[in-house]
């Protein structure tokens, strides 16, 4: 045995054994998350029974105590499990964009964007109690809601019909879509984006300690579609599902100022007077109409700063030769081969189009808003408290306020 030793010490050296180290470090096999493997047709089935509960709560069960529960859980899925995303909100940019350029539309994201709203003409704005995710998380914030003056709270409405209008125009000429990039909490969702909009959540949900939702109510474009719907809506969110008894619990209690309250018949000195102010704004329609066009004429140019063609041509000219390198933008046009007349011409086209856009903008708010101002001079007659079919986002805080609403087995709603 000894003998084959030395043996072994020569064919070792002779032959050393292979190093297999060459600093390639062998991958690790990754598995999409759970929700990555959830299809399409699920989430718009999931969104269905989201919106079929959400009805059955507010109109059945009647308990603020259900309502918050599975906001809760509509909370956990759609924010943080989906991330917010594809949603309702932001589907209307992609309904935009395929309208104009005649694009085809996932079918998944049309059912996204039209269910939410289908609900809306059928039982009112019970995605908003519920199911929507940015609701939920704002509703959980509010502390002490304050009502703001009527007029300002009519001036901050007029903010949403400027987002979605803009972001419509954003959309279809290529500027990205504004309505996504503007959402306070998707920093919350995605658990992790830029300080400056982790900020801008943070903000947005210790102001709706004192004012609240100020997202929905004050800025979110989906919700213009949502009043809209809820103006034609079949069967609105009753206080009660008893006998009112005009006891004004349910309008203190409203954080968002939903409940129309009893109005008797107007004197014939009144009703004069209420003509009178229809016909004036009447008459001043066509200004509102004309002024919105020419400041989204105007406009035009400052929106259209978003889009690249009109941002290169705008670095190229506050650019020098000695800081020009600082910007990738710059280098990536000048591998392109053109040159500045060629940029500053397609800038003046995208341009065009912004005005054009921004105009057709200016033309859909004034509109609105002379609607709106038309609907304030109706002649109402209303002998009891009840929801108001606009504001009204289906919370069910009046459910529990109300002493006459209660359940089908006969105890006092929570």
Not at 154 to 160: F, H, I, S
Not at 249 to 271: E, F, H, K, N, Q
Request: proline content about 6%; glycine content about 8%.
């Amino acid at each position: 045995m000894w003998l084959f030793l030395p043996l072994g010490v020569i064919a070792n050296s002779r032959f050393p054994q292979p190093q297999f180290d060459s600093g390639h470090t062998v991958p690790q096999a990754v598995h999409p998350a759970f929700v990555e493997r959830v299809p399409a047709w699920a989430d718009v089935l999931i969104l269905a029974l989201a919106l079929l509960v959400s009805v059955w709560l507010i109109r059945r069960i009647r308990s603020r105590r259900w309502i918050l529960v599975f906001s809760l859980v509509c909370l956990g899925w759609f924010g943080f499990v989906r991330h917010g995303c594809v949603c309702p909100v932001g589907s209307v940019q992609n309904v935009a964009v395929a309208a104009w350029s005649g694009g085809g539309l996932p079918w998944h994201v049309a059912a996204l964007f039209a269910l939410p709203l289908l609900t809306a003409l059928l039982f009112g704005r019970v995605f908003c109690g519920a199911v929507c995710p940015l609701g939920a998380l704002q509703d959980l914030f509010i502390v002490k809601p304050q009502r703001l003056p009527r007029a300002l709270d009519a001036v901050l409405r007029v903010v949403p019909l400027a987002v979605l209008s803009v972001g419509v125009v954003y959309a279809v000429n290529g500027a990205g879509y504004l309505i996504c990039r503007t959402d306070p909490f998707v920093g919350f969702f995605r658990r992790g984006a830029p300080l400056p909009m982790l900020l801008t959540g943070m903000a947005v949900l210790l102001l709706g300690m004192v004012i609240a939702r100020p997202y929905c109510r004050y800025f979110c474009p989906y919700g213009v579609l949502l009043e809209l719907c809820g103006r034609l809506t079949w069967k609105r969110v009753d206080v009660t599902g008893q006998t009112c008894v005009n006891c004004r619990l349910c309008a203190g209690t409203c954080p968002v100022d939903a409940i129309a309250v009893p109005r008797s018949a107007l004197t014939d000195a009144a009703r004069e007077r209420q003509f009178r102010r229809f016909l004036t704004m009447l008459a001043l329609s066509p200004v509102l109409i004309a002024g919105g066009m020419v400041t989204g004429w105007l406009s035009g140019p400052f929106v259209a700063r978003a889009h690249p063609d009109v941002a290169v041509v705008e670095r190229l000219a506050g650019a020098t030769p000695d800081n020009e390198d600082l910007y990738p933008e710059i280098e990536a046009f000048k591998r392109t081969g053109k040159n500045l007349e060629w940029a500053e011409g397609r800038a003046e086209k995208t341009t065009r189009r912004f005005r054009v856009g921004c105009m057709g903008a200016g033309f859909f708010m004034g509109l609105v808003v002379v609607l709106r101002v038309l609907a304030l001079t109706r002649l109402q007659r209303r002998s009891l408290h009840e929801a108001d079919r606009v504001r009204c986002v289906a919370c069910g805080r009046c459910f529990a306020a109300c002493p006459k609403n209660q359940r089908e087995t006969g105890s006092d709603a929570d």
